[in-house]
């Protein structure tokens, strides 16, 4: 290669380096230079006003003088990393520190505006709980068993927990002392019908609490009326006015009745769901074929973790001034430092990559300010050539979130 072309080749330039910026607010930023990470573009526009005078002494009106009106260098940044320092002067805001104080839990009353729907965990303040563990929603007192019918013969009609014969006889389930934790299926057959209208004498059932169950046979003595307690603490009640009567199912036929055991706190997937993802932000989900409607009022534990946040505003900064400072690494050409003594910066198009399947960016506008002042040779920057790039030089790079 000709000195000439190498001379050529070392002027040319493929530029890397890095970016930093010094916001101006100590009561906002107290740490001087931030480093800005990857800067994927970094470029500087010069823009230059002139007035024109053109000649009116001839038809070709040339040119007879230009004056520099105005100057205005400014430069344009994309940013590809989302700290918090560097998302605040893309977002056109302020960054500020919360602190999450730990907290726990205990049946806190929430009512549901709607199912589905879902409900935020705040504090007395309205203020969002983020990153909540061990969610547990419970129901508002004990609960109660309940039970319905579910098949019954055809002799039989039913509705709720009670089933009536053809004959008139009742027999209501009352799972109201139902002992059990958990849903039952209880089936049962009139295995012999009582001997006279009115009276429960003669009376024969079997009952089974789930498919396995024992077989618990209920005999009637005489009377209108009877209860039969089962194993589980639900009860069988026979009714008879002075004409009712039973019918003896067929043989193998039985009636069942579902119970559903009292919630002690609603079933996560089934009733309700909170994923990892939902509980950054305190939310619950209440589900459209649980057990829960709206209007209902539920009981939610929890545990807040204590926890420091980073937050940044929207849009509110009003002013973002400081200093910017590019120190190259070039891959060709000559390294080069720039120092912006007084810039103003602002958002220039979309903040993308909140949703997206690239990789997100942003760009920030940088205007260079007059500083004559206190830099009167350079009063807006100064670009100061350090070396030409070599094989042996290379530079690290390297970024850490807390500069």
């Known amino acids: 290669m000709s000195?000439?072309?190498q001379s050529l080749a070392s002027d040319l330039l493929v530029g890397a380096g890095e970016v930093w910026f010094n916001r101006k607010s100590a009561s906002k930023d107290s740490?001087?230079?931030?480093h800005l990470g990857n800067v994927d573009e970094f470029?500087?526009?010069v823009d230059v006003t002139t007035v024109e005078k053109n000649s009116s002494m001839n038809r070709k009106r040339t040119l007879m003088a230009t004056v520099t009106t105005a100057v205005k260098p400014s430069a344009s940044l994309t940013l590809t990393e989302y700290n918090p320092y560097d998302l605040a002067l893309g977002l056109y805001g302020e960054e500020a520190i919360t602190k999450q104080e730990a907290v726990t839990l205990t049946n806190e009353s929430y009512t549901l505006a709607s199912v589905p729907g879902i409900i935020t965990l705040t504090d007395a303040d309205g203020n969002r709980y983020y990153d909540v563990k061990d969610i547990v929603v419970k129901p508002v007192g004990a609960g109660k068993a309940t039970a319905t019918v579910k098949t019954a013969p055809s002799s039989m009609n039913f509705t709720g927990s009670t089933l009536t014969d053809d004959k008139g006889g009742k027999i209501q389930i009352d799972a109201t002392a139902y002992a059990t934790g958990t849903?039952?299926?209880?089936?049962f057959s009139v295995d012999t019908a009582n001997t006279a209208n009115g009276d429960v004498a003669g009376l024969v059932i079997t009952f089974?609490?789930?498919?396995?169950g024992a077989a618990q046979k209920y005999t009637a003595t005489t009377g209108t009326t009877e209860t039969f307690t089962l194993a589980s603490g639900a009860k069988a009640?026979?009714?008879l006015t002075s004409s009712d009567s039973f019918t003896a199912f067929s043989s193998g036929v039985m009636a069942e009745v579902k119970i559903v055991a009292p919630k002690t706190a609603y079933v996560k997937g089934v009733d309700y769901d909170c994923s990892e993802q939902d509980a950054r932000a305190g939310i619950i989900r209440f589900l459209p074929n649980g057990s829960l409607k709206t209007g209902d009022t539920v009981l939610v534990s929890a545990s807040v973790p204590e926890r420091t946040f980073s937050n940044v505003s929207l849009g509110d900064a009003g002013d973002i001034e400081g200093e910017l400072l590019f120190v190259g690494d070039a891959n060709v050409g000559i390294n080069y430092t720039i120092e912006g003594w007084k810039v103003k910066v602002q958002p220039d198009g979309d903040l993308s990559g909140l949703i997206s399947s690239d990789f997100g960016s942003y760009k920030l506008k940088i205007d260079f300010l007059d500083d004559s002042e206190h830099h009167p040779q350079f009063p807006y920057a100064k670009v100061?050539?350090?070396e030409r790039v070599s094989d042996a030089q290379s530079g690290k790079g390297e970024y850490l979130p807390e500069w």
């Open 237 to 239: 009640v026979i009714t």
């Open 31 to 34: 740490n001087g230079f931030h």
């Open 183 to 187: 849903d039952e299926r209880l089936f």
């Open 43 to 45: 470029n500087i526009t």
């Open 3 to 5: 000195n000439q072309a």
């Open 384 to 386: 100061t050539a350090i």
């Open 208 to 212: 089974k609490e789930g498919i396995t």
